[in-house]
Protein backbone atom coordinates (compact mmCIF):
# COMPACT_ATOMS: atom_id res chain seq x y z
CA UNK A 1 0.00 0.00 0.00
CA UNK A 2 1.59 2.90 -1.06
CA UNK A 3 1.74 5.62 2.00
CA UNK A 4 1.19 9.01 2.16
CA UNK A 5 4.13 11.69 3.94
CA UNK A 6 4.00 15.01 4.77
CA UNK A 7 7.20 17.21 5.36
CA UNK A 8 7.00 20.38 7.31
CA UNK A 9 9.62 23.04 7.07
CA UNK A 10 10.92 25.46 9.67
CA UNK A 11 13.48 28.16 9.46
CA UNK A 12 13.95 28.69 13.34
CA UNK A 13 14.52 25.08 15.85
CA UNK A 14 12.79 27.16 18.64
CA UNK A 15 9.44 27.09 16.11
CA UNK A 16 9.57 23.43 15.36
CA UNK A 17 10.32 22.65 19.21
CA UNK A 18 6.61 24.51 20.26
CA UNK A 19 5.30 23.07 17.63
CA UNK A 20 5.91 19.48 18.23
CA UNK A 21 4.82 20.08 21.72
CA UNK A 22 1.06 21.59 20.48
CA UNK A 23 1.38 18.59 18.11
CA UNK A 24 2.25 15.88 20.10
CA UNK A 25 -0.52 17.55 22.87
CA UNK A 26 -3.58 17.10 20.31
CA UNK A 27 -2.14 13.01 19.32
CA UNK A 28 -0.38 13.78 16.59
CA UNK A 29 3.04 11.48 15.98
CA UNK A 30 5.78 12.58 14.82
CA UNK A 31 7.91 10.06 12.98
CA UNK A 32 11.01 11.78 12.72
CA UNK A 33 12.51 15.46 12.79
CA UNK A 34 15.38 16.65 10.47
CA UNK A 35 18.43 18.63 11.38
CA UNK A 36 21.38 20.08 10.62
CA UNK A 37 22.35 20.17 14.04
CA UNK A 38 21.02 18.43 17.27
CA UNK A 39 17.91 20.20 19.02
CA UNK A 40 18.34 19.96 22.66
CA UNK A 41 14.82 18.55 24.12
CA UNK A 42 13.21 17.43 21.27
CA UNK A 43 13.87 13.65 22.05
CA UNK A 44 11.42 13.50 24.66
CA UNK A 45 8.79 15.93 22.78
CA UNK A 46 8.13 13.59 20.08
CA UNK A 47 9.00 10.32 21.87
CA UNK A 48 12.35 9.05 20.45
CA UNK A 49 13.47 6.29 23.10
CA UNK A 50 16.79 7.27 25.07
CA UNK A 51 20.22 6.18 22.97
CA UNK A 52 21.68 3.16 23.79
CA UNK A 53 24.89 4.43 22.54
CA UNK A 54 26.68 4.72 25.92
CA UNK A 55 26.11 0.97 26.87
CA UNK A 56 27.49 0.33 22.75
CA UNK A 57 30.61 2.91 23.88
CA UNK A 58 31.22 0.70 27.44
CA UNK A 59 31.14 -2.51 25.64
CA UNK A 60 33.74 -1.43 22.98
CA UNK A 61 35.75 0.16 25.90
CA UNK A 62 36.42 -3.15 27.50
CA UNK A 63 36.78 -4.51 24.60
CA UNK A 64 39.82 -2.01 24.08
CA UNK A 65 41.05 -3.03 27.55
CA UNK A 66 40.93 -6.55 27.44
CA UNK A 67 42.71 -6.82 23.76
CA UNK A 68 45.38 -4.22 24.92
CA UNK A 69 46.45 -5.90 28.04
CA UNK A 70 46.74 -9.18 26.72
CA UNK A 71 48.53 -7.95 23.80
CA UNK A 72 51.18 -6.10 25.99
CA UNK A 73 51.32 -9.17 28.64
CA UNK A 74 52.00 -11.03 25.00
CA UNK A 75 54.55 -8.64 24.17
CA UNK A 76 56.54 -7.27 26.86
CA UNK A 77 56.82 -10.45 29.10
CA UNK A 78 55.95 -13.49 26.97
CA UNK A 79 57.14 -13.38 23.91
CA UNK A 80 60.10 -11.34 24.02
CA UNK A 81 60.71 -9.28 27.77
CA UNK A 82 62.09 -6.25 27.88
CA UNK A 83 64.62 -4.72 29.91
CA UNK A 84 63.55 -1.16 29.87
CA UNK A 85 65.27 1.60 32.39
CA UNK A 86 66.22 -1.33 34.38
CA UNK A 87 62.69 -2.37 35.03
CA UNK A 88 62.53 -6.04 34.02
CA UNK A 89 59.29 -7.46 32.74
CA UNK A 90 59.14 -10.34 34.58
CA UNK A 91 55.72 -10.31 35.24
CA UNK A 92 52.66 -7.79 34.11
CA UNK A 93 51.51 -6.57 37.78
CA UNK A 94 54.82 -5.29 38.73
CA UNK A 95 55.20 -2.99 36.28
CA UNK A 96 51.31 -2.21 35.81
CA UNK A 97 52.25 1.67 35.76
CA UNK A 98 54.17 1.60 32.42
CA UNK A 99 51.51 -0.14 30.99
CA UNK A 100 48.23 1.98 31.64
CA UNK A 101 49.15 4.83 29.47
CA UNK A 102 48.80 2.30 26.51
CA UNK A 103 45.69 0.50 27.92
CA UNK A 104 44.12 3.51 27.85
CA UNK A 105 44.78 5.03 24.53
CA UNK A 106 43.70 1.99 23.24
CA UNK A 107 40.47 2.27 25.01
CA UNK A 108 39.63 5.02 24.24
CA UNK A 109 40.78 4.28 20.42
CA UNK A 110 38.46 1.34 20.29
CA UNK A 111 35.58 3.50 22.32
CA UNK A 112 35.65 6.18 19.85
CA UNK A 113 35.99 3.89 16.71
CA UNK A 114 33.31 1.33 17.37
CA UNK A 115 30.86 4.48 18.69
CA UNK A 116 31.34 6.38 15.05
CA UNK A 117 31.10 3.18 13.48
CA UNK A 118 28.00 2.00 14.96
CA UNK A 119 26.58 5.52 14.79
CA UNK A 120 27.18 4.88 10.73
CA UNK A 121 25.50 2.12 10.67
CA UNK A 122 22.42 2.49 12.60
CA UNK A 123 21.46 5.53 10.42
CA UNK A 124 22.76 4.30 7.44
CA UNK A 125 25.13 7.23 6.77
CA UNK A 126 28.08 5.36 5.67
CA UNK A 127 29.83 6.84 2.38
CA UNK A 128 27.80 5.99 -0.53
CA UNK A 129 24.66 5.63 0.64
CA UNK A 130 21.89 7.65 -0.23
CA UNK A 131 20.70 10.20 1.40
CA UNK A 132 17.60 9.35 3.41
CA UNK A 133 16.82 13.33 4.26
CA UNK A 134 13.94 14.70 2.41
CA UNK A 135 15.32 17.88 1.55
CA UNK A 136 19.38 18.82 1.37
CA UNK A 137 18.15 22.05 2.84
CA UNK A 138 17.58 20.32 6.55
CA UNK A 139 22.35 20.23 6.04
CA UNK A 140 21.82 23.78 5.69
CA UNK A 141 19.94 26.15 7.85
CA UNK A 142 16.24 24.30 7.45
CA UNK A 143 14.20 22.06 10.65
CA UNK A 144 12.24 19.53 8.83
CA UNK A 145 9.20 17.20 10.38
CA UNK A 146 8.12 14.38 8.82
CA UNK A 147 4.10 12.82 9.52
CA UNK A 148 3.46 9.34 8.31
CA UNK A 149 -0.06 9.11 7.48
CA UNK A 150 0.19 5.36 8.63
CA UNK A 151 0.90 6.50 12.04
CA UNK A 152 -1.85 8.94 12.28
CA UNK A 153 -4.63 7.18 11.10
CA UNK A 154 -7.27 8.91 13.30
CA UNK A 155 -6.60 12.15 11.77
CA UNK A 156 -7.64 12.85 7.49
CA UNK A 157 -4.94 14.49 5.89
CA UNK A 158 -6.60 17.80 5.62
CA UNK A 159 -6.94 17.78 9.78
CA UNK A 160 -3.51 17.03 10.10
CA UNK A 161 -2.53 19.62 7.20
CA UNK A 162 -4.78 21.85 9.14
CA UNK A 163 -3.17 21.63 12.50
CA UNK A 164 0.37 21.57 11.22
CA UNK A 165 -1.16 25.37 9.55
CA UNK A 166 -0.97 26.72 12.89
CA UNK A 167 2.80 25.98 14.08
CA UNK A 168 4.27 28.56 11.82
CA UNK A 169 5.88 26.48 9.32
CA UNK A 170 7.48 27.99 6.21
CA UNK A 171 6.78 25.25 3.00
CA UNK A 172 4.79 21.99 3.71
CA UNK A 173 5.33 19.13 1.58
CA UNK A 174 3.93 15.64 0.81
CA UNK A 175 5.44 12.69 -1.47
CA UNK A 176 3.90 8.71 -1.95
CA UNK A 177 6.10 6.32 -0.86
CA UNK A 178 5.48 2.04 -1.43
CA UNK B 1 13.91 34.63 47.05
CA UNK B 2 15.78 35.40 50.56
CA UNK B 3 17.56 32.80 52.13
CA UNK B 4 17.54 32.43 55.71
CA UNK B 5 19.64 29.85 57.68
CA UNK B 6 17.26 27.38 59.35
CA UNK B 7 17.74 27.03 62.77
CA UNK B 8 18.85 23.44 62.49
CA UNK B 9 21.83 24.89 60.35
CA UNK B 10 22.87 27.16 63.16
CA UNK B 11 22.97 24.71 65.77
CA UNK B 12 24.91 22.36 63.83
CA UNK B 13 27.67 25.24 62.70
CA UNK B 14 27.65 25.77 65.79
CA UNK B 15 28.35 22.22 66.83
CA UNK B 16 31.04 21.66 65.00
CA UNK B 17 32.69 24.48 65.76
CA UNK B 18 32.57 24.21 69.61
CA UNK B 19 32.91 20.40 69.17
CA UNK B 20 35.74 20.54 66.74
CA UNK B 21 37.56 23.28 69.45
CA UNK B 22 36.81 20.79 72.71
CA UNK B 23 38.76 17.83 70.57
CA UNK B 24 41.34 20.65 69.60
CA UNK B 25 41.69 21.10 73.10
CA UNK B 26 41.62 17.42 74.34
CA UNK B 27 43.85 16.97 71.62
CA UNK B 28 46.88 19.40 72.77
CA UNK B 29 46.04 18.37 76.25
CA UNK B 30 46.97 14.67 75.95
CA UNK B 31 49.95 15.29 73.56
CA UNK B 32 51.32 17.79 76.51
CA UNK B 33 55.16 16.78 76.13
CA UNK B 34 55.32 15.78 72.73
CA UNK B 35 58.42 17.14 71.37
CA UNK B 36 56.40 17.42 68.11
CA UNK B 37 53.54 19.07 68.90
CA UNK B 38 54.09 22.26 67.86
CA UNK B 39 54.84 21.26 64.71
CA UNK B 40 51.91 18.98 64.59
CA UNK B 41 49.72 21.80 65.43
CA UNK B 42 51.10 23.78 62.89
CA UNK B 43 50.72 21.12 60.20
CA UNK B 44 47.27 20.77 61.30
CA UNK B 45 46.63 24.42 61.05
CA UNK B 46 48.24 24.32 57.39
CA UNK B 47 45.94 21.51 56.74
CA UNK B 48 42.69 23.00 57.25
CA UNK B 49 43.24 26.23 56.35
CA UNK B 50 44.71 25.48 52.92
CA UNK B 51 41.68 22.93 51.92
CA UNK B 52 39.23 25.22 52.95
CA UNK B 53 41.16 28.27 51.33
CA UNK B 54 41.16 25.81 48.28
CA UNK B 55 37.61 25.85 48.15
CA UNK B 56 37.07 29.36 48.34
CA UNK B 57 39.35 30.11 45.82
CA UNK B 58 38.18 27.32 43.58
CA UNK B 59 34.61 28.28 43.45
CA UNK B 60 36.16 32.27 42.30
CA UNK B 61 38.50 30.77 39.92
CA UNK B 62 35.16 28.59 38.81
CA UNK B 63 33.29 32.00 38.71
CA UNK B 64 35.80 33.41 36.77
CA UNK B 65 36.10 30.67 34.11
CA UNK B 66 32.09 31.12 33.09
CA UNK B 67 32.64 34.59 33.46
CA UNK B 68 35.94 34.62 30.65
CA UNK B 69 33.95 31.72 28.66
CA UNK B 70 30.53 33.85 28.59
CA UNK B 71 29.15 30.69 29.91
CA UNK B 72 25.13 30.53 30.10
CA UNK B 73 23.56 28.03 32.28
CA UNK B 74 25.15 28.80 35.42
CA UNK B 75 23.34 32.25 35.68
CA UNK B 76 20.73 30.15 37.95
CA UNK B 77 23.47 29.11 40.35
CA UNK B 78 25.44 32.22 40.01
CA UNK B 79 24.63 33.29 43.68
CA UNK B 80 25.98 29.76 45.35
CA UNK B 81 29.41 29.79 43.33
CA UNK B 82 30.01 33.29 44.95
CA UNK B 83 28.56 32.34 48.23
CA UNK B 84 31.23 29.73 48.21
CA UNK B 85 33.96 31.72 47.04
CA UNK B 86 32.70 34.41 49.53
CA UNK B 87 35.06 31.99 52.15
CA UNK B 88 37.96 33.67 50.44
CA UNK B 89 38.48 36.83 52.76
CA UNK B 90 38.23 34.36 56.13
CA UNK B 91 40.29 31.85 54.01
CA UNK B 92 42.98 34.50 53.44
CA UNK B 93 42.94 35.38 57.46
CA UNK B 94 43.12 31.87 58.27
CA UNK B 95 46.29 31.13 55.97
CA UNK B 96 48.13 34.50 56.65
CA UNK B 97 47.63 33.53 60.56
CA UNK B 98 48.49 30.12 59.77
CA UNK B 99 51.54 30.92 57.93
CA UNK B 100 52.97 33.77 60.21
CA UNK B 101 52.70 31.24 63.23
CA UNK B 102 54.75 29.02 61.37
CA UNK B 103 57.40 31.38 60.20
CA UNK B 104 57.40 33.11 63.95
CA UNK B 105 58.25 29.48 64.85
CA UNK B 106 61.05 29.54 62.20
CA UNK B 107 59.41 27.11 60.14
CA UNK B 108 58.25 24.99 63.09
CA UNK B 109 60.11 21.83 61.43
CA UNK B 110 57.29 21.84 58.70
CA UNK B 111 59.47 24.94 56.49
CA UNK B 112 62.45 23.75 56.93
CA UNK B 113 63.75 26.08 54.64
CA UNK B 114 63.05 28.97 57.31
CA UNK B 115 65.64 27.74 59.72
CA UNK B 116 69.03 29.27 59.42
CA UNK B 117 70.51 26.59 61.75
CA UNK B 118 69.18 23.63 58.80
CA UNK B 119 70.18 25.94 56.17
CA UNK B 120 73.95 26.37 57.48
CA UNK B 121 74.61 22.70 57.08
CA UNK B 122 72.56 22.06 53.63
CA UNK B 123 73.57 22.88 50.40
CA UNK B 124 70.92 22.20 48.56
CA UNK B 125 68.70 24.26 50.69
CA UNK B 126 71.36 27.25 50.34
CA UNK B 127 71.36 26.93 46.69
CA UNK B 128 67.33 27.15 47.20
CA UNK B 129 67.46 29.83 49.47
CA UNK B 130 67.26 33.26 46.76
CA UNK B 131 64.03 31.66 46.42
CA UNK B 132 62.95 30.13 49.39
CA UNK B 133 64.00 32.56 52.27
CA UNK B 134 61.20 34.64 54.65
CA UNK B 135 61.28 37.91 52.62
CA UNK B 136 60.48 37.09 49.32
CA UNK B 137 58.21 33.94 50.87
CA UNK B 138 56.13 36.73 52.64
CA UNK B 139 56.22 39.35 49.40
CA UNK B 140 54.93 36.65 47.22
CA UNK B 141 52.21 34.93 49.92
CA UNK B 142 50.66 39.02 50.20
CA UNK B 143 50.91 39.61 46.42
CA UNK B 144 48.78 35.87 46.09
CA UNK B 145 46.37 36.73 48.81
CA UNK B 146 45.89 40.56 47.85
CA UNK B 147 45.29 39.60 44.15
CA UNK B 148 42.93 37.19 45.02
CA UNK B 149 41.16 39.61 47.22
CA UNK B 150 40.87 42.82 44.75
CA UNK B 151 39.23 40.42 42.39
CA UNK B 152 37.04 38.83 44.39
CA UNK B 153 35.47 42.28 45.83
CA UNK B 154 35.12 43.31 42.21
CA UNK B 155 33.37 40.50 41.05
CA UNK B 156 31.17 40.76 43.79
CA UNK B 157 30.49 44.51 43.74
CA UNK B 158 29.72 44.47 39.94
CA UNK B 159 27.36 41.22 40.31
CA UNK B 160 25.46 43.06 42.99
CA UNK B 161 25.48 46.01 40.96
CA UNK B 162 24.50 44.23 37.73
CA UNK B 163 20.74 43.26 39.49
CA UNK B 164 20.08 46.80 40.08
CA UNK B 165 20.99 48.60 36.83
CA UNK B 166 21.53 45.62 34.04
CA UNK B 167 22.81 46.33 30.79
CA UNK B 168 25.54 44.53 28.89
CA UNK B 169 28.44 46.85 30.28
CA UNK B 170 28.62 44.67 33.67
CA UNK B 171 28.85 41.60 32.01
CA UNK B 172 31.56 42.88 29.59
CA UNK B 173 33.41 44.32 32.09
CA UNK B 174 33.72 41.02 34.04
CA UNK B 175 34.29 39.17 30.84
CA UNK B 176 38.00 41.16 30.29
CA UNK B 177 38.97 41.59 34.52
CA UNK B 178 37.79 37.67 34.87
CA UNK B 179 40.22 36.90 31.42
CA UNK B 180 43.14 38.68 33.26
CA UNK B 181 42.40 36.72 36.93
CA UNK B 182 42.54 33.29 35.05
CA UNK B 183 46.39 34.74 34.04
CA UNK B 184 47.20 35.39 37.47
CA UNK B 185 45.26 32.61 38.84
CA UNK B 186 47.46 30.38 36.34
CA UNK B 187 50.54 31.39 38.05
CA UNK B 188 49.53 31.69 41.19
CA UNK B 189 47.88 28.66 42.01
CA UNK B 190 50.82 26.89 40.93
CA UNK B 191 53.61 28.74 42.67
CA UNK B 192 51.37 29.10 45.83
CA UNK B 193 51.71 25.39 46.18
CA UNK B 194 55.18 25.24 45.67
CA UNK B 195 55.42 27.85 48.57
CA UNK B 196 52.96 26.67 50.85
CA UNK B 197 52.91 22.73 50.20
CA UNK B 198 56.18 21.59 47.94
CA UNK B 199 58.44 23.48 50.09
CA UNK B 200 57.39 21.08 53.01
CA UNK B 201 59.50 18.79 51.10
CA UNK B 202 62.24 21.60 50.95
CA UNK B 203 64.83 19.36 49.08
CA UNK B 204 62.15 17.54 46.51
CA UNK B 205 60.58 19.16 43.49
CA UNK B 206 58.11 18.28 41.13
CA UNK B 207 56.96 21.06 38.29
CA UNK B 208 53.83 19.03 37.72
CA UNK B 209 52.88 19.74 41.82
CA UNK B 210 51.17 22.85 41.27
CA UNK B 211 48.43 21.24 38.96
CA UNK B 212 47.99 18.30 40.89
CA UNK B 213 47.29 20.33 44.00
CA UNK B 214 45.04 22.41 42.12
CA UNK B 215 43.14 19.87 40.58
CA UNK B 216 42.16 18.49 43.67
CA UNK B 217 41.48 22.07 44.70
CA UNK B 218 38.86 22.24 42.27
CA UNK B 219 37.53 19.02 42.62
CA UNK B 220 36.49 19.73 46.50
CA UNK B 221 35.15 23.06 44.85
CA UNK B 222 32.45 21.35 42.69
CA UNK B 223 31.45 18.81 45.40
CA UNK B 224 30.84 21.73 47.90
CA UNK B 225 29.24 23.25 44.73
CA UNK B 226 26.61 20.56 43.74
CA UNK B 227 26.13 19.88 47.58
CA UNK B 228 25.11 23.34 48.43
CA UNK B 229 23.18 23.76 45.71
CA UNK B 230 20.86 20.30 46.62
CA UNK B 231 21.01 21.62 49.83
CA UNK B 232 19.18 24.99 48.93
CA UNK B 233 16.94 22.98 46.01
CA UNK B 234 15.81 20.73 48.80
CA UNK B 235 14.54 23.78 50.59
CA UNK B 236 12.39 25.05 48.03
CA UNK B 237 14.82 27.43 47.13
CA UNK B 238 16.44 27.79 43.43
CA UNK B 239 13.60 27.94 41.47
CA UNK B 240 14.95 27.91 38.27
CA UNK B 241 17.77 25.49 38.53
CA UNK B 242 16.61 22.04 37.09
CA UNK B 243 17.85 18.61 37.14
CA UNK B 244 20.21 19.50 33.82
CA UNK B 245 22.17 22.38 35.98
CA UNK B 246 22.60 19.29 38.74
CA UNK B 247 23.75 17.12 36.14
CA UNK B 248 26.15 19.51 34.60
CA UNK B 249 27.57 19.83 38.23
CA UNK B 250 27.87 16.51 38.22
CA UNK B 251 29.75 16.30 35.50
CA UNK B 252 31.75 19.15 36.63
CA UNK B 253 32.50 16.86 39.83
CA UNK B 254 32.90 14.06 37.67
CA UNK B 255 35.34 15.46 35.29
CA UNK B 256 37.80 17.10 37.98
CA UNK B 257 38.54 13.84 39.97
CA UNK B 258 39.41 12.82 36.88
CA UNK B 259 41.78 15.02 36.31
CA UNK B 260 43.01 15.05 39.63
CA UNK B 261 43.71 11.09 39.46
CA UNK B 262 44.82 11.67 35.98
CA UNK B 263 47.85 14.25 37.45
CA UNK B 264 48.85 12.26 40.53
CA UNK B 265 49.13 9.59 38.87
CA UNK B 266 51.32 11.36 35.54
CA UNK B 267 53.46 12.56 38.72
CA UNK B 268 53.71 8.81 40.14
CA UNK B 269 54.45 6.86 37.10
CA UNK B 270 57.16 9.62 35.69
CA UNK B 271 58.91 9.48 39.08
CA UNK B 272 58.53 5.52 39.33
CA UNK B 273 59.81 4.77 35.33
CA UNK B 274 62.69 7.66 35.41
CA UNK B 275 63.53 6.13 39.14
CA UNK B 276 66.31 9.06 40.47
CA UNK B 277 66.89 8.62 44.19
CA UNK B 278 66.23 12.39 44.65
CA UNK B 279 63.07 12.06 43.13
CA UNK B 280 61.17 8.85 44.47
CA UNK B 281 62.39 9.98 48.18
CA UNK B 282 58.49 11.79 47.99
CA UNK B 283 56.89 8.38 47.21
CA UNK B 284 59.15 6.06 48.99
CA UNK B 285 58.13 8.56 52.69
CA UNK B 286 54.68 8.06 51.58
CA UNK B 287 55.46 4.73 51.06
CA UNK B 288 56.59 4.01 53.69
CA UNK B 289 54.61 5.67 56.77
CA UNK B 290 51.11 6.10 54.89
CA UNK B 291 50.74 3.06 52.92
CA UNK B 292 47.48 2.27 53.41
CA UNK B 293 46.11 6.27 53.85
CA UNK B 294 48.15 6.93 50.46
CA UNK B 295 46.75 4.70 48.22
CA UNK B 296 43.44 4.27 49.54
CA UNK B 297 42.59 7.83 49.08
CA UNK B 298 43.73 7.47 45.72
CA UNK B 299 41.77 4.39 44.76
CA UNK B 300 38.57 6.30 46.71
CA UNK B 301 38.89 9.66 45.54
CA UNK B 302 39.58 7.85 41.39
CA UNK B 303 37.11 5.05 41.48
CA UNK B 304 34.82 6.03 43.54
CA UNK B 305 33.23 9.00 41.22
CA UNK B 306 33.70 6.87 38.19
CA UNK B 307 32.01 3.91 38.97
CA UNK B 308 29.20 5.44 40.69
CA UNK B 309 29.08 8.80 38.74
CA UNK B 310 29.27 7.32 35.09
CA UNK B 311 26.23 7.46 34.09
CA UNK B 312 23.82 10.18 33.32
CA UNK B 313 21.06 9.25 36.06
CA UNK B 314 23.42 9.17 38.56
CA UNK B 315 24.92 12.62 37.50
CA UNK B 316 21.15 13.63 38.66
CA UNK B 317 20.41 11.57 41.84
CA UNK B 318 20.47 13.97 44.27
CA UNK B 319 21.64 11.14 46.87
CA UNK B 320 24.20 9.43 44.95
CA UNK B 321 25.65 13.12 44.27
CA UNK B 322 25.70 13.80 48.17
CA UNK B 323 27.07 10.17 49.11
CA UNK B 324 30.11 10.28 46.30
CA UNK B 325 31.08 13.68 47.21
CA UNK B 326 31.33 13.63 50.80
CA UNK B 327 33.04 10.16 50.81
CA UNK B 328 35.68 11.95 47.80
CA UNK B 329 35.46 14.83 50.34
CA UNK B 330 37.04 12.72 52.78
CA UNK B 331 39.46 11.49 50.48
CA UNK B 332 40.85 14.58 49.00
CA UNK B 333 41.34 15.85 52.94
CA UNK B 334 43.58 12.92 53.26
CA UNK B 335 45.53 13.95 50.08
CA UNK B 336 46.50 17.58 51.68
CA UNK B 337 47.05 15.39 54.85
CA UNK B 338 49.43 13.60 53.87
CA UNK B 339 51.34 16.12 51.63
CA UNK B 340 51.92 17.96 54.34
CA UNK B 341 52.72 15.72 57.24
CA UNK B 342 54.37 13.10 55.68
CA UNK B 343 57.37 15.52 54.84
CA UNK B 344 57.38 17.22 58.17
CA UNK B 345 56.19 14.66 60.57
CA UNK B 346 56.51 11.68 58.68
CA UNK B 347 56.52 8.29 60.67
CA UNK B 348 54.91 10.03 63.78
CA UNK B 349 52.39 11.84 62.02
CA UNK B 350 48.64 9.97 63.45
CA UNK B 351 44.94 11.26 62.99
CA UNK B 352 43.62 11.89 66.13
CA UNK B 353 41.60 14.67 68.42
CA UNK B 354 43.82 17.11 67.46
CA UNK B 355 43.29 16.52 63.34
CA UNK B 356 39.74 15.36 63.71
CA UNK B 357 39.11 18.52 66.37
CA UNK B 358 40.79 20.95 63.84
CA UNK B 359 39.00 19.60 60.99
CA UNK B 360 35.50 20.19 62.45
CA UNK B 361 35.94 23.58 63.46
CA UNK B 362 37.12 24.99 60.30
CA UNK B 363 34.49 23.15 58.75
CA UNK B 364 31.80 24.88 60.52
CA UNK B 365 33.47 28.58 60.27
CA UNK B 366 33.39 27.42 56.48
CA UNK B 367 29.67 26.50 56.49
CA UNK B 368 28.93 29.14 59.00
CA UNK B 369 30.18 31.45 56.16
CA UNK B 370 28.56 30.31 53.10
CA UNK B 371 25.47 30.34 54.70
CA UNK B 372 26.01 33.77 55.74
CA UNK B 373 26.97 34.37 52.60
CA UNK B 374 23.82 33.48 50.67
CA UNK B 375 21.48 35.45 52.78
CA UNK B 376 23.08 38.75 51.48
CA UNK B 377 22.04 38.70 48.06
CA UNK B 378 19.20 37.57 46.47
CA UNK B 379 19.59 33.85 45.55
CA UNK B 380 18.36 34.22 41.80
CA UNK B 381 20.36 36.99 40.08
CA UNK B 382 17.73 39.94 38.08
CA UNK B 383 19.20 41.03 35.18
CA UNK B 384 22.63 38.45 33.91
CA UNK B 385 22.43 38.55 30.36
CA UNK B 386 22.42 35.09 29.79
CA UNK B 387 19.71 33.96 32.63
CA UNK B 388 17.25 33.73 30.00
CA UNK B 389 19.08 30.87 28.88
CA UNK B 390 19.93 29.27 31.95
CA UNK B 391 16.25 29.14 32.78
CA UNK B 392 16.21 27.31 29.61
CA UNK B 393 18.69 25.04 29.90
CA UNK B 394 17.94 21.52 29.14
CA UNK B 395 20.70 18.67 28.38
Known amino acids: ?178 | MEFKVTKNANILTLTLIVVGLLFTGIGIATSMGDHNLNTRIAGNLLIDSFFFFGIGLGALFFLALQYATETGWYASVKRVIEAVSGFLPVGIILMAVTLLIITLQDGAHLYIWMDDEVVKNDEILQGKSTYLNKGFFWIRTIVYLSVYYIYYRGFRKRSLLEDTVGGTDIHFTNYKKAAVFLVFFAVFSSMQSWDWIMSVDAHWFSTLFGWYVFAGMWCTTMITLVTLTLYLKKNGYLPNVNESHIHDLGKWTFATSFLWSYLWFSQFMLIWYANIPEETTYHLTRIKDFKFLYFGMFLINFVFPMVLLMSRDAKRHAGILTFVGSIVLVGHWVDVYIMIMAGSMGEHAKIGFLEIGLLLAVLGIFLKTILRNLTKAPLTVVNHPFLDESIHHDI
Open chain 1, 1 to 178: MAEKIIYAMYDDDDVLKDGAKKLVAKGVKVSEVFSPFPIHGIDPIIGVQNTRLGIMAFLYAITGTMLATIAMRYFMVTDWPMNIGGKPNNTYLDNILAFIPVTFEFTVLCAAHGMALTYFLRNKILPGLPASNPDPRTTDDRFVMEFRMSENSKFTEEELTSLIQTTGYVELDQKEVK
